[in-house]
């Protein structure tokens, strides 16, 4: 596939953000913004599918209606005719391929959604880690616009695997500092429930984090003996008895 000198200088910018090291919403945002640019678009959002809540969520968008995106969110994605078609494919695929135009135009959502924001051909990629779909791409024309053809299709599905790659690891990023958000909340209610010290809120927090009692003593500047006292102390406080339940302890605190 020969690419213009233009086409190229994007796709080559948009492998830079790929492997930039991007949140999920900036590295969409900032790939969505120079898709629209190389497949001669004007709309773009992008989603990740919620397996416990099976629905669409995390919205990122490009020149579409916050109002009707929310819509299509409390709405349109339960009664879609085309996304979940679309999204089984794990391949860059155009509307058009799955349903003939005149009976699209036909649909709710196409004329009470879509056509809102004047939004009438699309092309859409599902980004898949194992069997979970991880984010994807969703690019539309306007009206007055032609249809996408095989090789602009071919070029989204070039970029695929690098925007796949991109969002797992921006993903498992975010997941990896929530669960330390989310751990370092549920270490203070529980200090603030059992009146820990400062220094056994410390203490608490580096057992959390996997030091022995040595490390935490060379962390601290304190003796081997003196992290023990404060151990005991935690641990009665605590209603625990040692260090397996005092992950449990805190978490269901």
């Known amino acids: 596939m020969n690419l213009t000198?233009?086409?190229?200088?994007?796709v080559f910018s948009i492998m830079a953000d790929l492997s930039y090291g991007y949140?999920?919403?900036?590295?969409?945002?900032?790939?969505?913004l120079k898709l629209l640019d190389l497949l001669g678009a004007q709309y773009f959002a992008s989603y990740v599918w919620n397996n416990a809540q099976n629905a669409f969520c995390d919205r990122v968008s490009i020149n579409m209606s916050d109002d009707n995106l929310g819509a299509y969110e409390q709405y349109f994605q339960y009664c879609d005719p085309i996304t979940p078609v679309l999204q089984r494919r794990r391949k860059a695929t155009s509307v058009s391929e799955i349903m003939p135009r005149s009976r699209f135009e036909r649909t709710e959502f196409f004329n009470d959604f879509l056509a809102n924001d004047g939004l009438h051909f699309g092309v859409n990629f599902y980004a898949y880690s194992g069997g979970t779909n991880i984010g994807d791409l969703r690019i539309w024309r306007g009206k007055n616009k032609e249809d996408f053809s095989h090789r602009e299709l071919e070029i989204l599905d070039a970029i695929g695997p690098g925007f796949t790659n991109a969002m797992r690891s921006a993903l498992a990023r975010e997941t990896t500092a929530q669960g330390k958000v989310d751990l370092v909340s549920a270490l203070e209610q529980a200090a603030t429930g059992a009146m820990l010290t400062a220094r056994e809120k410390e203490i608490c927090a580096a057992v959390l984090a996997g030091l022995s009692d040595q490390q935490i003593a060379a962390r601290y500047g304190i003796s081997f003996t003196t992290v023990r006292s404060h151990l005991k102390h935690i641990y009665g406080k605590l209603g625990i008895s040692g260090r397996t339940q005092l992950l449990s302890r805190v978490i269901t605190h």
Not at 5 to 10: A, F, I, N
Not at 23 to 32: D, I, T
């Open 5 to 10: 000198t233009k086409e190229t200088d994007l």
């Open 23 to 32: 949140g999920s919403n900036e590295l969409r945002r900032r790939v969505g």
